[in-house]
């Protein structure tokens, strides 16, 4: 054990650290940061297990998801509040417009899988119309707001072809590259299809044989389109959207510069969209919640070029958004830092202003 005012960053927790009344604060095996220390000196923990070097044998916590599952506060949607953006005619129209999309999505992918051809002008209208609805500027907004589907890989599908045009948009590609970037995102976890859904759509934590099976996806999805006509951007996107620049990803644990910018652009709106998204098997997390994991966790696993503005645009598209802070407070973010994006400053209700960046006891944890 070793005192609170001991630690130094790079530590490994040999224990799981909770509040004093409960809350697991720190996961049993993570790489202590510098927001680490701080929140246990601010939750006045005052003893924390450390592995000694000859001690620990496991691998520090490597999986942002499994991670941030157990450290990040979980958002009681079962509680969100009706707001107005929910009731606005705009979220009706694109609601209604989604569900459309949503089914010729799943009429789509699972024809490229029944036949193994792929229809590539119904492709291409798809994708427009996938495009042009990216159109409004509470894109993000919206689809937070929107409700589980029951066939999370369409849907999942849709919001990553949504997204991965927008990023596109974001870095300036040009439209021929958004466009394929958007086909990329439809079609990335097409191996999906093919794999057991029971296993697939299991509540619970997967065993290693069942995450060996699922981690299948991405090469089964890649031997359906291999003979296709798509370019090989796409395929490589199919294939290497699970790789992380340490190599640490599947299925071919590629680095760096062995992994198509395709699938590095995939890969960060892909942890975005099943972060925030409502899933049968878990709660959605606010988007502030997961820029500020991607800050933490993924800086070195995914692309920093392309996260980074991915980040700061994401937490622009909330300025102005009313939100609720973790002590209760409400108030509406009013500006993003360029270096930090996941701590705005809020102005609260009562005309209080507050930089996030500088109470880290505080966070963003629903919308109003
Ligand atoms: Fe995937």
Known sequence: MLAATELKEGMIVARDVF????????????????????????????????????????????????KFDREMKLIDTTQEKENTIARSPEFQSFTEN???QLDIVETQLKEIVHTGRIDGAALYDLVADIITATNTGNLFSFLCRMRSSDDVTFSHSLNVSMLASILGKWLELPVHTTTELAIAGLLHDIGKVKVNQDTLNKAGKLTDEEFAHIKK????????????ALSLGVKHAILMHHEKMNGAGYPLGLSLDRIHDYAKIISIVDIYDAMTAERPYHKRYHPFHVIRMFEEECYGV???????????????????????????????????????????????????????????????????
């Open 19 to 66: 509040s004093n009344d409960g809350t697991l604060l720190i996961p049993n095996r993570t790489n202590l940061s510098s927001n680490h220390i701080i929140k246990i000196n601010v939750y006045s923990v005052h003893e924390i297990a450390i592995f000694v070097d000859e001690s620990f044998k496991g691998n520090v916590i490597e999986d942002p998801y499994e």
């Open 98 to 100: 989604y569900e459309h």
């Open 302 to 368: 995914l692309d920093s070029t392309y996260l980074e503005v991915f980040l700061e645009r994401i937490a622009h598209n909330f300025l102005d958004d009313l939100v609720m802070l973790s002590d209760h407070n409400q108030g509406k973010i009013i500006f993003v830092h360029h270096r930090n994006p996941s701590q705005p400053i809020v102005q609260l209700d009562n005309g209080k202003i507050v930089d996030l960046q500088h109470e880290d006891a505080l966070s963003i944890i629903d919308f109003i």
């Open 217 to 228: 996806h991405t090469t089964l999805g890649y031997q359906l389109v291999a003979d296709s």
